[in-house]
């Protein structure tokens, strides 16, 4: 089967399970919400002397709030998940 994205002509892998890809898009978001959790508790490190240049430029300077709308924009797929199973909940009563 070939698709066209972006003026590309892409050939499908014969292999390739396409309910898989479904399914790791859901792994994004619950990953960024570790790292937010993770870097606020542990820390940035000394990684954190590249961003202090910046500081005071934008009240969502920082690691921690960079992940958590990482998590936030990346939440879509959950949302669409949660809201599909609750409308087969409310068409089966």
Known sequence: MATYTIGAREERLAG??????????????????????LTGVLGGGPQDVFCSAGQGASPLNGMVPMYVLMSAFHSTPWLKLISSRLTRLTNQS
């Open 16 to 37: 390739a399970d396409p309910g898989a890809a479904n399914w790791v898009c859901l792994a994004a978001a619950p990953t960024f919400a570790i790292m937010a959790l």
